[in-house]
């Protein structure tokens, strides 16, 4: 059992830039790829970005592309979402996810299917 525990989310200014945070318990961290989901009001979840076990290769969701960056460091257990230029859009609950021995590509391209667990998920508001 893995528990993902997200953190950072609040308001932002458009423009402006954000870190999250996502803590997961177990010891086999690196064994997991991890992404990022978001889901804002009214729409279904979407991809925002995979990093693979050993950090070697990451994935985004073209929306976020040269904007976002995830990154994970495995001796504390933790993936990072650091979000820069932030848009209105980006608006959303974010949700931290674990996917066994998944790459990253295979992340994003299964969109959320097959992931392992999820996070409670922490809200971004960007305002305009």
């Known amino acids: 059992q893995v528990q993902l525990d997200e953190s950072g989310g609040g308001l932002v200014q458009a423009g402006g830039s954000q870190g999250l945070s996502c803590t997961a318990s177990?010891?086999?961290?690196?064994?997991?790829?991890m992404g990022w989901f978001r889901q804002a009001p009214g729409k279904e979840r979407e991809f925002v970005a995979a990093i693979s076990g050993s950090g070697g290769s990451t994935y985004y969701a073209d929306s976020v592309k040269g904007r976002f960056t995830i990154s994970r460091d495995n001796a504390k257990n933790t993936v990072y979402l650091q979000m820069n230029s932030l848009k209105p859009e980006d608006t959303a609950v974010y949700y931290c996810?674990?996917?066994?021995?998944?790459?990253?590509?295979?992340?994003?391209?299964?969109?959320?299917?097959?992931?392992?667990?999820w996070g409670k998920g922490t809200l971004v508001t960007v305002s305009s």
């Open positions: 996810a674990a996917d066994l021995l998944a790459s990253a590509q295979g992340m994003g391209i299964r969109r959320g299917n097959g992931v392992d667990y």
């Open positions: 177990g010891r086999t961290f690196s064994n997991y790829g």
